[in-house]
Each structure stands twice: as C-alpha cells, then as structure tokens.
C-alpha cells in the first residue's frame, strides 16, 4: 500500500502534538508515529464461509460484541476527520456481513478511500451492481495460485473457480479491483501465470508476504517460502516494478538492491488494525493480547493512536541484534510480528532475515547473479495433510 503514498502524505500527519512539543524533526516521523495513521486496516467481522490455513485472524464465526452498524459509522466519522488515507476492509470476509454495503456506502459519502480484502466467492451479480456505484473503493480479490490446485489446497476445494466467477461480475460492472496473492513456497513457481492472469484482466497483481499470524502459526512452516525463494523474487519484483506489494518485502533489500517504497515496519507509526469488536492494534499481523492498545467503544481512536503505551513500545523499538549488521538502514530489521512469533521478541531481526540466511547458506550468494532467471521448476509438493 505505500508505494501508492510516497509523496502524498498530509502534511498535518507528520508529526503528532506530543512530539511538536518535544521538538522532533519532522524528518524522523515515520520512525516515530504520525499524528494519525496514513493507512488503517479495519476487520468489519470474524464471520467467514472459508477456512484458510494462512488466516491472519483464525476467522470462521461472527463473534459477541462486533461493532453494531452505528459504532462502524461513528468511527467512519473520526477516520474521515482525523484524514486517514486509506481505509482497508477485510475480516474473515468482509461481504459475510450483512450491511457491509451499508458501510461502504457511508464511508464513501464522508471520502474515505475503501479498498476491500475479499475471498470473492460471495459476490454476485446484485453485489458487484452495488459497488460500482461506489467512488472510492476497490476490490482486492485473493488469489492464492494461478490454478485450483493450488489455490484450493489453502483456501478451500471450489474455492478458486469461485473467486474467477467473482471476477467476471467485477468486471461486467466496471468495478475497479485488483488480484492479491499470498506468496508461499507452493505458488512461488506460479507468480509468472498469476502475473499473465492480471495483465489478461487488465489489472494489477497485488503479491503479499505471509505472516506466522492466527491459522498462519500453526501453516507457517509448512508454507512459508524458501530462502532461495526469496533471492529469486527478489530479483522477479526488480524486474516487475509494476507488481504492488504493500511494501512488506523490505526485509529482502538486504541482498542488494532495494525496492521501490517504504523499508521500514509501519506497525504503530504509520499503520494499525481495528478488530471487528473494536479492539487496536499496532498492525494486522500482530493481532495478540498483549498487543491491545485500547477499544474503540471505550476511547476515541485519536486517543489510543496519540496515547497509548503499547504504540510508544512499537515506535521507540531498538533492534540491537542488527545495529551492527551493513543492510540495517535498508532493511531496518524487518516484520516485527516474524520477530515476535517466531523468535519470540518484538527486539530481535526478522525470522526471515537474508542476512542470516546467506550466513548459514553461502551458496545462496551465488543465485544474486543477475544473470539468473526465476526458476520455473516446481517445488515439493505440500503433504497431504495439508489439504
């Protein structure tokens, strides 16, 4: 998402009134928290017709206490005035709530730009009708491979022809989208067709990094990319600028080049996640307990954003295990929730660290020949279990 905001950020966002007052300069905001987030990703529910083994949320049920449609407007209303960029919606799935379209209706008419994480397979002809007269949204469908059997392996059986389905209604009625992918080991030789299926649509790709978050915990080992991987798609991204990744592959910038956009962890300063029960957190993937700034049915959003001590935790981190390390001020570190679930401390490098992985690896220095071309061979295939 931010390459889409490099060079229009607010200028009243750089910096919050504690920090003015502290005489922070306002080239050190991103470090240390905005006066209000460029971004906000808002999980309208837990209610979800799939069960995806990667689920950042363990979706499935609604649960007690999600935001009644009254509480979703009034905090449209504090977004809108406090001038947050984007808006991202998602869940479990967002169409599985009843008066979503309500919502996005009213978030619309007060300018908030929308655009919403779907699986696709509950969106009709009446719905896709509906959200084309919508301004400031679009759609962000999920596509975890270029064929059902990958796909399918993660998000469901029927799952992926349901989502192309999905597809043709977005484009019969002109509504903007956008086809996202959650890189794993198992796609990872698909991103060439997945990349052709976007241009075919005439749209852009969207590749996200997985997180060991909710389902993702217990799916990580099993799904999460290969180092190797990774030097490849590296250089696949250099090659391909036009692909969005929502700046979550940084961490990578430690083999050479960087990428275009932000290179550092936005959680608490640029970013931060509102649970479909109200509760913040510092981003989407590190959605734990402790993690709990505060509650939006108990304190305005200004107020745990400005306020709260578990956002000071995120924007005064010290990474020393990488203080030492040549690629910290491209990297910066990495994902703090790889940090904290894998290695068990928000303090120390990104699980997936390249640095470390050239270490223990030394021939993976060798594929940073540019010369190399992605691998097009397959990978092993995932256990059966998996299924």
């Not at 993976?364 to 010369?371: E, I, Q, V």
């Amino acid at each position: 998402m931010w390459g889409l905001l490099s060079g229009h950020v607010p200028l009243e966002l750089l910096t919050t009134p504690k920090q003015a007052a502290s005489g922070i300069a306002a080239g050190s905001f991103f470090e240390r928290g905005l006066s209000a987030p460029i971004a906000v990703s808002w999980e309208v529910t837990y209610a979800c017709n799939l069960s995806c083994i990667h689920c950042l949320s363990s979706s499935g049920k609604k649960r007690p206490g999600e935001l009644t449609l009254e509480e979703c407007k009034g905090l449209i209303d504090e977004l809108a005035r406090l001038k947050v960029f984007y808006v991202y919606i998602g869940g479990g799935e967002p169409f599985a709530r009843r008066d979503l379209l309500d919502i996005l209706e009213y978030a619309d008419q007060r300018g908030l730009r929308t655009p919403i994480s779907t699986n696709g397979t509950l969106i009709n002809g009446e719905i896709a009708q509906r959200l084309s007269t919508l301004k400031n949204i679009r759609v962000q469908l999920s596509l975890d491979g270029a064929s059902p059997a990958t796909h399918d392996r993660i998000r469901g059986v029927g799952s992926f022809n349901r989502a192309l389905r999905a597809l043709d209604y977005l484009k019969e009625f002109d509504v903007p989208y956008y086809i996202t992918t959650v890189l794993t080991r198992f796609n990872f030789p698909e991103l060439d067709q997945l990349y052709r299926l976007a241009q075919a649509q005439q749209v852009k790709l969207r590749v996200q990094r997985l997180r060991p978050s909710g389902r993702g915990v217990d799916s990580w080992d099993l799904l999460h990319p290969t180092p190797d991987q990774f030097v490849q798609f590296h250089r696949w991204l250099l090659e391909h600028e036009e692909v969005l990744t929502a700046d979550s592959f940084f961490f990578v910038n430690a083999l050479g080049e960087s990428l275009k956009g932000f290179s550092i962890c936005g959680a608490a300063k640029m970013i931060c996640l509102i649970s479909p029960t109200g509760d913040v957190y510092p981003c989407p993937f590190i959605q734990a307990h402790e993690f709990v700034a505060g509650n939006i049915k108990e304190k305005l959003f200004q107020e745990i954003w400005t306020n709260s001590d578990v956002f000071d935790t995120f924007r005064n981190l010290e990474l020393h295990e990488c203080s030492g390390c040549p690629a910290n001020k491209t990297c910066n570190g990495g994902c703090r929730a790889t940090a904290y679930f894998i290695r068990k401390s928000l303090e120390k490098s990104d699980a997936e660290c390249m640095r470390r992985a050239m270490d223990e690896n030394p021939n993976l220095r060798l594929m940073l020949d540019p010369r190399l071309r992605l691998a097009k061979t397959s990978v092993a295939a995932p256990r059966e279990e998996a299924a």
